[in-house]
Nanobody
Framework: QVQLVESGGGLVQPGGSLRLSCVAS????????MSWYRQAAGKEREFVAV????????SYADSVKGRFTISRDNAKNTVYLQMNSLKPTDTAVYYC?????????WGQGTQVTVSS
């Protein structure tokens, strides 16, 4: 049974940091590209960052470039999203996604709220 379980969300002040984790099970984690997406209230889900299965190649949305870092630990079947210099506009539910064409899996999401 495939599972993606996100954690690490919460309430943080502007300028603060959080690290999200996504633990995977039920598939060969190391062969999948892993991504983070987010969805703010009333808005469509949007891409945040991706890390490829091999070589650790990463890509980011312009809105988070230089502030967020995606990484993975294949030994722990875990992908991370380090978020620094957080802004109120980063408030959203954050989801991780695993993709190895044509398979695609999503987690249930974790809420991140940036507010003073």
């Amino acid at each position: 049974q495939v599972q993606l379980v996100e954690s690490g969300g919460g309430l943080v002040q502007p300028g603060g940091s959080l690290r999200l984790s996504c633990v995977a099970s039920g598939f060969t984690f190391s062969t999948y590209a892993m991504s983070w997406y987010r969805q703010a209230a009333g808005k469509e889900r949007e891409f945040v960052a991706v890390i490829r299965s091999a070589g650790g190649i990463t890509s980011y949305a312009d809105s988070v470039k230089g502030r967020f870092t995606i990484s993975r630990d294949n030994a722990k079947n875990t992908v991370y999203l380090q978020m620094n210099s957080l802004k109120p506009t980063d408030t959203a539910v954050y989801y991780c996604k695993a993709r190895f064409f044509p398979s695609e899996y999503w987690g249930q999401g974790t809420q991140v709220t940036v507010s003073s």
